[in-house]
């Protein structure tokens, strides 16, 4: 079966950068696109990026645009997310989401990882 | 911040029939971008429960279901149940943000 477990999480200080990483197994991850989702303690879910089944189209929450990047490694079955320049309201569980299509645009979210916490303070 | 808007809360005795609203705008719902709902149980990951608009994953019960009309979509849940306590979120494209969008959320409570 689909299992996405994500990892990487942690206490980190403002301005600092931090990797989260999603392996993923139960499918054939280059034939799907993939994205970052992150909540808040105590609010609701926000959606951060997407990147698309071979990698070459990346879409960001103006949140983020310009401080953080999606990627892939095929070979590995892992999807990352780089965090640059930490800011105490980048706090959040981070989850790892498949896509059910392979741009990831206007689909939606078919399996989510358990989710890692990031605590910028 | 959010751009589809929901209930911050809605309630049912067991049984009963609860209706929750996902409100959205031209550049979203009413673009013709469908709409999908999650449940998220108190400290897991969210779940898949209705995708385009009115379609079940294999193993959501069919007491569950989905619409939209216009600028909204709608989930509901007949014959309420204890476990059906959550946390539920909708969630579309947005051709203006261009990314993807969640509602703000809605807490459901069985009396």
């Known amino acids: 079966q689909v299992q996405l477990v994500e990892s990487g999480g942690g206490v980190v200080q403002p301005g600092r950068s931090l990797r989260l990483s999603c392996a993923a197994s139960?499918?054939?991850?280059?034939?799907?696109?993939m994205h970052w989702v992150r909540q808040a303690p105590g609010k609701g879910l926000e959606w951060m990026a997407v990147?698309?089944?071979?990698?070459?189209?990346?879409y960001y929450a103006d949140s983020v645009k310009g401080r953080f990047t999606i990627s892939r490694d095929i070979s590995k079955n892992t999807l990352y997310l780089q965090m640059n320049s930490l800011r105490p309201e980048d706090t959040a569980v981070y989850y790892c989401?498949?896509?059910?299509?392979?741009?990831?645009?206007?689909?939606?979210?078919?399996?989510w990882g358990q989710g890692t916490l990031v605590t910028v303070s | 911040q959010s751009v589809l808007t929901q209930p911050p809360s809605v309630s049912g005795a067991p049984g009963q029939r609860v209706t929750i609203s996902c409100t959205g705008s031209?550049?979203?719902?009413?673009?013709?971008?469908?709409v999908h709902w999650y449940q998220q149980l108190p400290g897991t990951a969210p779940k898949l429960l209705i995708y385009?608009?009115?379609n079940r994953p294999s193993g959501v019960p069919d007491r569950i279901s989905g619409s939209k009309s216009g600028t909204s979509g709608s989930l509901t849940i007949t014959g309420l149940q204890a476990d059906d306590e959550a946390d539920y979120y909708c969630?579309?494209?947005?051709?203006?943000?261009?990314?993807?969008?969640f509602g703000t959320g809605t807490k459901v409570t069985v009396l």
């Open positions: 989401a498949r896509d059910i299509t392979i741009f990831g645009v206007a689909g939606h979210f078919d399996n």
């Open positions: 139960g499918f054939t991850f280059s034939n799907s696109a």
């Open positions: 990147i698309s089944y071979d990698g070459s189209n990346k």
């Open positions: 031209n550049s979203n719902i009413g673009a013709g971008y469908d």
């Open positions: 385009g608009n009115n």
């Open positions: 969630q579309s494209y947005d051709n203006s943000l261009s990314g993807e969008v």
